[in-house]
């Protein structure tokens, strides 16, 4: 139970209108994105400034009570998941663009503006590259506390590679400005390093981004094939060849007859898997590199092709793909979605291993796949009304998180640890590592009370001694479970 | 070593191959100098998934012959790393000050590429960052924090790094105006075009100043042909150049200076006619990336009190951009802060008690002392 006093204090700061406490009210806020996680607040607290925000933190560090920072709860690793007892802050009210500095190729922005909206204040010529699905209504500071992704990374890179300076609330309240619009600030980059922190080492209340000129020329196909394995040769051969595609997707059967049924985006929904690649440049550069991809396609024995004639078509091609997650409800009515990532060589052997556990433990298994930096996306289809069917789906999922760490990849490629893996950070991580980790969070936090059960599989105190050297779980491979 | 040093509290100053020795606070002389030399490896490379693993002291430029007999090359281009210039500057050395060159342009910085990293720390922790795919949000980013943090944090082992394809072709469009308006006007309009230049520098020598775009790939010339053209709407005298590989090697060349003093200026791009004006009224020469704001200024032979007063005249002149002193004669650093401050500086702080308790890891050197 949050303290009377402490919740007058809030009414204070924001407004009585902008703080809740009703049991009801507060159901909207009890899950994100992973919605099979549930934890109702204590209370939640909706600031309409950056001020309000510091308040907030600071009383919160008197009572030393802890708190989540929440955008849009588009998260799908729990990261925006209320802690018990805890004060749930609720940035959505801090959704102004505060500048377009177009001449500098910035734009700065409260933490609540969508994805969506910075390309759409700087377009038509220019763009904000990262673009995860849920762009539409995910926020920036979300995008910023994950290091959000999208189907443009492999050549444009993260959120992390966009983000040039942050105005940020640390857990006692004080107000750090970490770098800027100009790059190279003398001294650690923080910027870099809260990036990606999911939370614990603070807010993000002002946040300044870089953008980018739309090239001049597109070219968006996709080649159909009869499996999986032959898209992935011809992504093998793509890269290969020294071409680096602005996007480069494949989808599996399944994952196309979900789309398809909802969409109606044209995919024929007989064909084993679909590549879909995207080259941006000049238009020469566009023209050269098209007739190299076509001949990928063909030599990887592609059963048929679909170029996009314009920009409409584009975007069809692209809402398919971008819909996938969502129209996955067609096939399964639940499912739970993977993030794990591989090197992208070890593709073949990594889904035939996919395939097996989805046999073992009878279930399908969808493959959405950012194909150039090896994202894979299995979303494993279960159905929560039959006893014990989540528990296993959650099995067989951690199993396929392991498979891909055990060929060389990670946990998480975008979506973040949250709750949701934290339990597998020992199957990436030693002891000495998490200790490495656990002091930055010190540095930031020391009381923890920023985002407090995220991130790091068991809890751990502030000034700990790290321990002695303990053989690297990598080196014992496979003997990680999950819980 | 680091936990003996640690223990004892001596002093450790960490050396790749010196190239950046002298850069940073001049400080109180090591006990312990600490050499990654003989931490020379390609750990892996990983050509279809396109990373790589390096040892700490593997100089740069055989990284990079090592890569090119797969057509590929870690994206970066810092003076004393390309072959030919010796087996000088190390991986961890560039990773560590957060070295670029003009490729950073398209690339990014060393931040933007490494994807983990191995440390050892003053207790000894021997710990791991990241990962080796080119994707991965695993664990908070220590790579990126232990990047251009001058080894004050503590030791980089190993460093994973994501490579890119070779382009095959190049070729550069050049400007040329003594006008630094001009020249502002002109590689605005590049980095604001549609056509997505590799590189994009500018140079200011004497009152002579070059606007130029480098171009690769498939069909590079079609890119650099628009580019003339948009140089030469912004007044300038334009052409295209196909042996290009000279003039870029210069311009990497000039942020380097064995005599002089170099103050490099995180500025705003729109600001590159004053960055150009300061230059001239100090007589610096200065090369830059045009696009990202970023200039290095030459201040030229001079005695001390002219240079250290050219550098304050410099820093006044482009107040509040952050004007970093990094080669200058060991009298000029004595004379000026070679950092200036930075607000996060009470955060770094506590970053740098958390990583380095004993505060034994190039000390002094850093931002505020650190």
């Known amino acids: ?483 | 070593m680091m936990r003996a040093a640690g223990a004892e509290g001596r002093r450790v100053r960490i050396r790749g191959g010196g190239t950046k020795w002298s850069w940073g606070r001049p400080a109180e002389p090591p006990e312990v100098d600490v050499s990654t030399e003989r931490l020379d490896r390609v750990v892996e490379h990983n050509e279809g998934d396109l990373t790589a693993v390096f040892e700490a002291g593997l100089p740069f430029a055989r990284a990079q012959e090592a890569l090119a007999n797969a057509g590929q090359m870690v994206a970066l281009d810092p003076p004393f790393g390309l072959p030919g210039e010796g087996d000088r500057a190390t991986i961890g050395g560039v990773v560590a000050t957060g070295d670029s060159g003009p490729l950073r342009h398209r690339y990014g910085a060393p931040r933007d590429l490494i994807l983990g990293i191995t440390v050892a720390l003053s207790d000894g922790t021997v710990a791991r960052a990241g990962g080796k795919v080119i994707k991965n949000v695993a664990g908070y980013d220590l790579a990126k924090l232990f990047t251009g943090s001058f080894g004050t944090l503590g030791l980089i082992v190993e460093v994973v790094m994501r490579l890119h394809p070779r382009p095959p072709e190049t070729v550069t469009a050049v400007g040329v105006s003594g006008d630094p308006d001009a020249l502002g006007e002109a590689a605005s309009a590049v980095a604001h075009s549609p056509f997505g230049p590799e590189c994009l520098d500018v140079s200011w020598d004497g009152g002579h100043g070059e606007v130029m775009a480098r171009f690769v790939g498939a069909a590079p010339e079609a890119g650099a042909r628009e580019v003339v053209k948009l140089l030469e709407r912004a007044g300038l005298d334009a052409r295209l150049a196909a042996d290009d590989d000279d003039r870029w090697n210069r311009q990497r060349a000039r942020q380097r200076s064995a005599d002089g003093a170099v103050v490099r200026v995180s500025g705003l791009a729109s600001e590159l006619p004053k960055v150009l004006r300061s230059a001239r009224e100090v007589g610096a020469s200065l090369v830059g990336r045009a696009g990202l704001g970023l200039s290095w200024m030459t201040l030229g032979e001079g005695d001390v009190p002219e240079l250290v007063s050219n550098i304050e005249e410099v820093r006044r002149r482009l107040h509040p951009f952050p004007c970093v002193v990094l080669d200058a004669p060991a009298e000029v650093r004595e004379k000026v802060e070679v950092w200036g401050d930075d607000g996060a500086l009470p955060l770094m702080r506590r970053v740098k008690a958390r990583f380095d308790g004993p505060g034994v890891c190039n000390p002094g050197i850093f931002v505020g002392g650190i």
């Open chain 1, 1 to 483: 139970m949050i303290d009377d006093r402490l919740v007058e204090r809030f009414r204070h700061i924001c407004g009585p209108e902008h703080v809740l406490t009703d049991r009801h009210e507060l159901r909207t806020y009890e899950s994100d994105g992973l919605r099979h996680y549930r934890t109702p607040a204590a209370l939640a607290v909706l600031p309409g400034s950056a001020d309000e925000v510091r308040q907030i933190v600071l009383a919160c560090h008197g009572a030393k009570v802890p708190w989540v920072a929440r955008g849009a709860g588009t998260g799908l690793s729990g990261g925006a998941i209320p802690v018990e007892d805890g004060v749930l802050v609720v940035l959505t009210r801090l959704n102004r663009i505060l500048e377009v500095d177009l001449d500098n190729q910035r734009v700065v922005v409260e933490p609540c503006v969508t994805n969506a909206a910075i390309s759409k204040a700087v377009g038509p010529t220019h763009f904000y590259p990262p673009d995860p699905s849920s762009q539409v209504v995910s926020t920036i500071g979300g995008n910023v506390a994950e290091n959000a992704g999208g189907l443009h990374c492999f050549k444009y890179g993260f959120t992390t590679n966009y983000v040039t300076g942050l105005e940020i609330v640390l857990s006692d309240g004080e107000v750090a400005t970490l770098g800027g619009k100009e790059l190279d600030r003398p001294g650690y980059d923080l910027v870099g390093t809260f990036v990606g922190s999911e939370g614990t080492l603070g807010i993000a209340t002002r946040i300044t981004l870089r953008v980018t000129p739309e090239a001049e020329g597109h070219r968006t196909m996709v080649g159909y094939f009869d499996s999986i394995e032959q898209a992935g040769q011809a992504v093998t051969d793509i890269v290969g060849a020294g071409m680096v595609p602005a996007a480069i997707e494949i989808m599996d059967k399944l994952t196309i007859e979900a789309t398809e049924n909802w969409t109606h985006a044209g995919y024929p929904v007989d064909v084993g898997a679909a590549l879909i690649v995207e080259l941006d440049g000049s238009e020469a550069e566009c023209d050269a590199r098209f007739d190299d991809v076509m001949e990928i396609y063909e030599r990887n024995g592609a059963t048929g092709t679909r170029v996009a004639e314009d920009e409409d078509e584009r975007a069809l091609i692209w809402k398919a793909r971008k819909a996938a997650f969502a129209a996955m409800g067609y096939v399964s009515p639940y499912y739970y979605v993977q993030d794990s990532v591989i090197p992208r060589t070890r593709l073949a052997e990594v889904l035939k291993r996919i395939d097996g556990l989805s046999r073992d433990y009878g279930f399908k298994v969808a493959n959405v796949f950012h194909a150039g930096d090896g994202n894979l996306h299995p979303l494993v289809c279960y159905d929560a009304r039959k006893e014990g069917e989540l528990e296993r789906a959650e099995e067989l999922s951690g199993k396929i998180v392991l498979a891909c760490v055990e060929a060389g990849g990670s946990i998480t490629g975008e979506h973040g640890v949250g709750l949701d893996k934290k339990q597998l950070m020992t199957a990436m991580f030693s002891e000495q590592d998490l200790q490495a980790f656990q002091r930055l969070r010190c540095a930031f936090d020391p009381d923890q009370l920023a985002n407090p059960g995220k991130v790091m599989p068991t809890p751990r105190l502030c000034g700990e001694v790290p321990g002695p050297y303990r053989k690297h779980p990598l080196e014992q491979a496979g003997v990680a479970e999950r819980f």
